[in-house]
């Protein structure tokens, strides 16, 4: 029998946000892939494109005009999810078939004018007047009675579902408190109840404590590679001190806020020289006005790439039914994230 | 105030065997995609292709030769997520790092020698040979001592991940009972506690009266897109007694399940006249050697596609961080399954 080592071993970690194990197989990361690859066009953009719907000045599907607007732009997604309607409901549901009526907003928050840019390319100080606006969102449709939670993301590149390269992210507002979101809550809501502290913030100090998956720290933030990450490069963002959520920052937290979001972005774009794909999006306290002293404010990054540019991690079969499955181990992607410069690719000077 | 009406209306329904709501957006199925598509390539494959590494007497990538069979043939994955090797382990894990070791078994299942089939294009005859190999395949590993789960699937097409269309499954057998399997099960239990009966016993009781959701059904088994279901397609066969697992069902019961897999995925394929891609698994009782009264054998399909070949459904930001989010209802897709031909597109004369 020989020794476990968790560089070479398959081995289950757990993850304490959503009480769940998840598959680690390290051994698995040097077979062959012989199957599909993502497409990966870097064209070089305008800073105004006529066709795009979400440019200063441009009509969208709809008929709406956009303003001449410079810097964040927010408007109401015209394919919502959502609608604000309060509709009549006679709660007739037998067992099997239950359902509710649901109600919510969703809005399209356009970070910068110029369509050529993403994140990691945008001064610290206009991404900043992103992290500005999804304050304010956040205070504003909170502040609606009927609206309990307001889920804030942005899915970038196309292999992320995203059907437009101009830099916009967006919010999903609604009555319930989202599935995921649930399940977070209860999970810190038990270490909170149990230990009097909150479970981010424990973790972040033990995480600060080891050292190996912190990819950058700053005043007010970290950024890190979860011990339970399933996606290859997934990484989250958490505030060192525990604010509920976004509206506890001040104008200096949101800068760091800003910044760190700037240098992680930046290091995905070096990883592979190209636009990083990712999903990302904040968890924080729902608005539905109870106390929420369990709740610590962090963002989660979850890219699909794991080898190069053209091949991501396809997560179906076993992930769908069982349980979500990585390859390379959290360590050794922190290890590689961690070497990249700061500085973008593409204002590197060879 | 107008009423509430399902099919027009935002709206969350609640899965009872993972105890969690889903979104669905009726109003939102018409909206405009310019986001990513799919390439869709039909070309004829040969019965033999002498650089497929699962077609009979080719050599793989690891050296060994493939015998020459005929019908099914399993071998061990030569890039498996787990390994059979007992490492000693000292549980010296914190808090938030915990991890411990996990041993397990992966097989790949070839369904036929034929190259250029599909699961929808063979012979029931052949297909219930298949499904003798997963019972035989479940009896055999979960007899090994540490063997307590084995998850039986396929990932069906390019988009799902599979790299070759040499039709074949996997399995995947392992010490510890998965994350969503778990948590199947724990609801399972609730029910049967509760109630004294099987919980898809009961739902398969009250589909069958609805009927609005029901595609196929014959002696044994039904196929039924489930109220809760998320992917646009997503489908469920359900056996109509409640067997615990595959063991348990004799040889007319293994032809009635083959019979319904062929219709089904005939179904799928005629859909958009296309191989459909899809990832598909059986969820029964672990191999732990205790009782399951609980458990109710039912089969997944989770297929992508959306609107066309070309479109498929982004489970992406939203989806990822918050809940998932379906755009046409369950019953709309039922009705467009129900209404498909039993015949396959291909062997369709015009
Ligand atoms: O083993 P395969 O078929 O090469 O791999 C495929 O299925 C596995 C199980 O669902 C996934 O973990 C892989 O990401 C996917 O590419
Ligand atoms: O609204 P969008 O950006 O067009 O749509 C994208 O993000 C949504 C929210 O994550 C998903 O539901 C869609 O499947 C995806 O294509």
Known sequence: NSSFNQKN?????????LDEWILVSPQRANRPWQGQTEKVTEEKLPAHDQNCYLCSGNVRVNGDKNPDYQGVFVFENDFGSLMKDDVEFSD??????????????????CFSENHSLTLPEMEVD????????????????????YINHVQI??????????????????IWAQSSIPSTVLRTQEN?????????????????????????????????????VPFWAIWPYETMIISKRKAENILQFSDSEKLSL????????????????????????????????????EWHFHMHFYPPLLRNAEVKKFMVGY??????????????SAEILKKLSLTHYKSQSY
């Not at 206009?126 to 009675?145: C, M, P």
């Open 126 to 145: 206009d991404i900043k007047k992103v992290v500005d606006v999804w304050q304010q969102q956040y205070e504003d449709l909170g502040a609606e009675d």
């Open 188 to 224: 810190l809501k038990k270490y909170f109840e149990k230990n009097g502290s909150s479970l981010l913030e424990d973790y972040v100090k033990k995480e600060l404590e080891a050292g190996e998956r912190i990819i950058l720290e700053n005043e007010d933030f970290v950024a890190l």
């Open 153 to 170: 993301f942005e899915n970038k590149g196309s292999v992320m579902g995203c059907s437009n390269p101009h830099p916009h992210g967006q």
């Open 319 to 332: 992930e769908m039914l069982a349980e979500p499955q990585r390859d390379i181990t959290p360590e050794q």
């Open 9 to 17: 071993h398959p081995h289950r970690r757990y993850n304490p946000l």
């Open 258 to 293: 800003a910044s760190i979001i700037k240098d992680l972005t930046t290091k995905y774009d070096n990883l592979f020289e190209i636009s990083f794909p990712y999903s990302a999006g904040i968890h924080q306290s729902p608005t539905d006005g109870k106390l929420h002293p």
């Open 92 to 109: 007739e549901q037998s067992d099997f078939f239950t359902l509710k009526p649901e109600r919510g907003i969703n809005r399209v928050i």
